[in-house]
């Protein structure tokens, strides 16, 4: 799926990383969520080819990302979500495989608002840890919780995809787009690694309650996703949540994306049969005008 949206990415005007990052960090924004289908994403990325620009790298437009997230053994992180708290925690190491990157990053949300903090290290301690990575995150926790005694936390899911990066050409909202996801349970190697085929999750990163993006999916009949956390929703699919009716509108919509891909799969089959028989009978008229 990393080709599929080749021929569209080149459409648009290009902005560099040191641009990006110049433009605005985005750690403090109001963060939105749309699922949508892959063929849905492709109109969509000509419908707003003329408000972004796109994220080139070393001549790349699309990335691949590898996450793994931090929990407590009880998954605090996705309980606070599931019980709808106002002010709730995520943890996760991030890798770019592009650029051999690897950041620590505390994400804090609060009253629709979502702060970030983070830091570098050596990408061969994406998957631990490290003393470091604990003292930071200590220290962020009790800033976040009055001081309160920070838990103990231990990579909980892994994450893979690939990504696109679109910043508005006004510098308002950026967006990123994931999809060819996969999700693993790091607390249990055996479970089968888990592949969302033909979901595309677009998420805005906006510093407005108003957004290009916004009015674009609602030309495009698409609602805003609702309690569309990333890292509850693998939590939900590595069979790890007692718990996750606050998730079960999102859940519907995944399942109807994916119900369209086994539809599609199953129509193409069909089609691909129909044209087989069809040749082998065209082949056995020849055969036989040629007997006569």
């Not at 699919?237 to 994916?258: C, G, H, P, S, V």
């Amino acid at each position: 799926m990393n080709t599929v949206f080749n021929k569209e990415v080149k459409q648009f005007d290009k902005i560099s990383l040191d641009e990006l990052n110049q433009t605005s960090s985005y750690l403090k924004r109001i963060d939105r969520k749309f699922l949508v289908t892959a063929s849905d994403f492709k109109e969509i990325l000509k419908d707003i080819v003329n408000d972004f620009k796109i994220l080139e790298i070393n001549n790349k437009r699309i990335f691949s990302y590898d996450n793994v997230y931090m929990d407590t053994e009880e998954h605090l992180f996705y309980k606070q979500h599931q019980a709808k708290q106002n002010k709730r925690t995520k943890i996760r190491t991030r890798l770019y495989k592009d650029s051999d990157l690897a950041f620590f990053e505390f994400k804090q949300k609060e009253n629709w608002i979502t702060q970030k903090y983070r830091y570098s290290f050596p990408i061969e301690e994406h998957w631990t840890m490290t003393k470091g990575k604990k003292r930071f995150f200590e220290w962020v926790w009790q800033a976040m919780y009055n001081w309160e005694k920070a838990p103990t936390i231990t990579p909980s899911i892994r994450t893979k995809y690939k990504r696109i990066t679109l910043v508005s050409k006004d510098w308002s909202e950026r967006l990123t787009i994931d999809f060819d996801i996969k999700t693993e349970n790091l607390r249990n190697l055996s479970q089968d690694e888990v592949n969302l085929k033909n979901l595309v999750i677009i998420e805005s990163k906006s510093l407005n309650k108003d957004c290009t993006s916004c009015e674009t999916m609602k030309r495009h009949g698409i609602k805003e996703a609702k309690s569309c956390s990333k890292y509850s929703l693998w939590v939900i699919y590595a069979w790890l949540a007692e718990k996750y009716d606050t998730f079960a509108e999102t859940m519907n919509e995944i399942r109807k994306i994916r119900m369209q891909t086994l539809k599609n799969r199953f129509r193409k089959t069909k089609i691909e049969t129909i044209l087989k028989q069809n040749t082998q009978k065209q082949n056995d008229r020849k055969k036989n005008l040629v007997k006569q």
